[in-house]
């Protein structure tokens, strides 16, 4: 996985992000991925619903770009 400026401790352990309290805020079928937010610090993340962690952290606005219909969730 490369190096991932995580927002806290919280989202930075990764059973947290995979089993733990993280908001699913969108997914997009054509980049095989989902958003999700961490609901200690907010951030944004790009992850894969499956398979190998290929977590990614986003802006805002990178968010609702690559995320369209999460339009108003971020």
């Known amino acids: 996985m490369p190096d991932v400026d995580f ?3 919280y989202c930075a352990d990764d059973q947290n992000r ?6 699913q805020i969108g ?3 054509d980049r095989n991925g989902i958003l999700i937010r961490c609901p200690r610090c907010g951030a944004l993340y790009e992850n894969t619903p499956d398979g190998e962690d290929m977590t990614r952290r986003l802006t805002a606005s990178e968010a609702t770009e690559l995320f369209p ?3 108003g969730q971020v």
């Open 7 to 9: 927002g806290c401790d």
């Open 18 to 23: 995979w089993y733990g309290d993280v908001t």
């Open 27 to 29: 997914a997009s079928d």
């Open 69 to 71: 219909g999460a339009r």
